[in-house]
């Protein structure tokens, strides 16, 4: 009997085409800033109006956006996403009903619990973490997390890339730091997938681009935007209003700008290249107006993160949050109220890409630890999302009237049948063992045990998933790469 | 009560019009423009503090700086030769290829908050700007933040043309944003790493001093 997927809706349809409403007139009434030439200039080509200076020195500045010229663009881009992992074989779709997690991207930092510090990760950190990904099965996407401190910084984009390349098989959530990184991470996908043809079908890779709150695409993310088109690689919007800072206080008002900068840069992408894959993302936070910070385990950046995904739905296209992740700055309870609760309700809201697993600090620090904690919540999610299923026509009264006084249903053909299709059984990381001891020091705590999990996972050896030869390409490129910027070679690790 | 109370409520709830008609008055009684200044000062550390403490918002922060403008503006009219106030001068800004403003800003507005005059010239900086308004304000601080890892080394190449164009003698160099740390700023030879704004103002404060 088919089960109803549980869901909820935080925001009634009436709102969601007031707030798309708004966000078209302020489109074409406010319009924004485009600060990459070619893109003033696609946009201009497709109907956008200079409404302010150019600035003599870039050929860009402010443009509106005509009602109907952001409608016929926005109908180009496609509804669904098939993306390929790096050997082509297991396919993960970005469609209405599928929920997929991954890691949250770019951290500066890793929390490292054995050293007892907060540290820049360097190489063999990438490559644990990397692998670590690949062996819980709950993130179907890997991203490149962590941003390795030991190559020339302008090559810490691409080269996180062509780690999570190398020892990666899942497919990759990526982005550029730089205009000119863009070329050489295309290069590194197109050796793994075998020609452009093959890369554009099924994608193995999501380039991340943010607007510029409020109301601008900068240079470098427009240029993102516009050579992914062009590759066929999915584009994923980050938009991230700041509520009361570079965005209105009011969650409705941060719903109008998030989805008048996302529309915009679905419009350059159709621009650059119709039907190009794009995602309805972001990465809001409800501005903490005390200290200045940019919580992302607040319980109104959730808000919005779930009622801008209502939107991007309603617009009929795949849509992503980043959510699961805490302001915590240890693997602590903080961190584990904040990440599951983003988790669950990420999945209650149908978001299709959920980036955010093992992040701690704002997004600026990543723990191995937090990510298998994190994947017990993924875990828990997909149970969730499976409901409560009608097995049979009779649910209990049979059973019932079977059982003895004080008698048992542990060895019943019912139990037998369905006890594990019924119960989640957790990883190791999680405690339901009766307790053994008195002693506190005696009981670990979830990251005490999340540690030893890390440290079980990866001491499977490592499983090379590419050919020979893509491998001796990959280190040519990406060698070629950091010795350009003056490095000695590839780093070991 | 304060004698100067009124003086304090109006930089507290950021009453710009309020704190520089307070101004004037104490011009008009006579005063030098030092000792006009002094209960202003006192107003705009207790915001400061407080915010620090977490008991004063950003907003009610920005509020209390831009009524403490208002307020100087008065006393030391802008473009005007005589006595300036000031704990010293900052030319603040983030480096070339990053657009992260949000922490910069709020260095610079702590800074202000705490008597420096900061010009800060936004987001996207290139080091030429930075040089030529070192040369025309000739400040005593130079911040510079990067939120990048790719941008950091924007921070480097600032110092490096610094020191080729001179003027590395002339300016003290304070570096912060997410990816710095203080074993960067000692290797790239800047003169100080804060973590974050409140700290950035200790550290500033400390520059000035030597
Ligand atoms: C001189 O002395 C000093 C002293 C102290 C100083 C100082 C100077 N400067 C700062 N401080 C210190 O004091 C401040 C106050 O206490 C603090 O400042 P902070 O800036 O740290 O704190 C602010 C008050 C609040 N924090 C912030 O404003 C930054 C928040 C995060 C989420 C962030 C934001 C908001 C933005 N971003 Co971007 N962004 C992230 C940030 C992650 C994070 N949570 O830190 C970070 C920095 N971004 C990142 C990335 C990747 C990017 N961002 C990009 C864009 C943006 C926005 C434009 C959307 C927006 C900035 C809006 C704006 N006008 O500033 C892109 C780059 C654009 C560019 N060329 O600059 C893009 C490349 C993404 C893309 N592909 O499109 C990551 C950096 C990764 C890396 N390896 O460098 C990142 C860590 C997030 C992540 N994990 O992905 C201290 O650092």
Redesign the pocket.
Known sequence: MPSRHPKFEIIPRALVEDIIGEAFDVLARVGLFVENREAYDLLTAHGGRPAGPVDPDKGTGKLTLPIAMVEELLELAPNQIRLKDLRGETEVTLAPGRTHFDP?????FLHDPAAGVIRRPATADLRRYVRLVDRLPHYHLQSTAL?SGDVPGPC??SYRLYLALRYGRKPVVT????KESFAVMREMLETVRGGAGALAQFPPAI???????PL?W????SQ?VMDAARAGLPSEF???P?TG??APITLAGALVQHAAETLAGVVLAQAAQPGAPVIWGG?P?A?DLR????P?GAIETMMIDASYAAVGRFLDLPTHAYMGLSDAKQVDYQAGLESGLGIILAALAGINVVSGAG?L????CQSLEKLVLDHEACAMAYRMLRGVERRDEVMALDLLAELPAGGHLLTHPHTLKWYREEILVPGKALDRRARGADNLADLPTAAQRAQQEVERLLAAPEEPWLDEAVIRELDRIMEAELRAAGAAGLPKG | MNPNENIRQAVLDGDASGAAALARVRLDAGLSPLEALDPFIAAIREAGDRFELGDFFLPQLLMASQAMRAALEVIFPPGQAGPTLSRGTVV?G?VQ???????????CALLQAHGFTVVDLG??VSADRFIEQIRAVNPDLL?????????MIQQKMLLDRLAQEGLRDRVKV???????TTQWARDIGAD?????????VD?ALKLVEK
Do not use: Q
């Open positions: 949250g991207s770019a951290a500066l941003v810490s984009d982005g550029t730091f730089r380039f991340d681009a943010c607007p510029s709150p601008m900068s240079d470098l993310t993102s980050v938009s991230m700041l800072s570079t990465s936070s501005m200290f200045g910070t940019t992302m992040m600090d704002f997004e600026n | 603040a983030t290829g990053d657009i992260h403003e949000i922490g910069k800003s709020l260095v987001g996207d911040a510079l933040s990067a939120l990048l890892t790719t941008t304070l570096v912060g944003g997410a990816p710095v100080g790493y804060a973590p974050d704004a409140a700290r950035a550290l």
